[in-house]
């Protein structure tokens, strides 16, 4: 079985997305932080704030390749679908671990980690991507937009 061809500029967005991560995230002194290395306070945008999102992107250009051939050919469904749950509860359980490394004080733990947020919306947009059309795509995408605008 021949692998599938790298697509080189996801795989550089992934690596500089990480690169930024881990700029974030650790920027040396807590006490003095670099100010695009801060969230934005409440309406605006840094270069912090685009770290999540583009990882989302990353997942969704990603999904659409991945999945396409079950996309296309029904008969690998239920495969296609254990894939699914499975890499979303791989995510899901990681972020747990990495949220509550390295002592695991449960009181303390956040549920909905970055990984578990990843987690949630791969499920999701994998579970409609295989079984939706374009057009059911979009309206999709676009009722939730417009329920996100409105204040859902």
């Not at 650790?26 to 006490?31: C, E, V």
């Not at 659409?64 to 079950?70: F, H, I, P, Q």
């Not at 409609?128 to 937009?145: D, E, G, P």
Request: net charge positive; hydrophobic share 45%; with cysteine.
């Amino acid at each position: 079985m021949n692998k599938p061809e790298r697509i080189l500029s996801v795989d550089f967005l992934r690596g500089f997305t990480v690169a930024g991560m881990i700029l974030v995230n650790n920027p040396g002194s807590w006490s003095h932080i670099y100010p695009p290395l801060r969230h934005a306070t409440w309406n605006g945008c840094t270069p912090t704030d685009l770290v999540f999102p583009f990882f989302l992107f990353i997942v969704g250009v990603s999904l659409s390749y991945s999945l396409l051939a079950a996309k296309n050919d029904t008969s690998k469904r239920k495969k296609v679908y254990f894939k699914i749950i499975k890499r979303s509860f791989i995510l899901f359980f990681l972020g747990l671990l990495l949220n509550g490394f390295p002592y695991y004080n449960l009181s303390e733990i956040r549920i909905p980690s970055v990984l578990g947020r990843i987690a949630i919306v791969f499920l999701c947009s994998a579970i409609i991507y295989v079984n939706t059309t374009k057009r059911t795509q979009i309206i999709i995408t676009s009722m939730l937009l417009v329920l996100c605008y409105i204040g859902w």
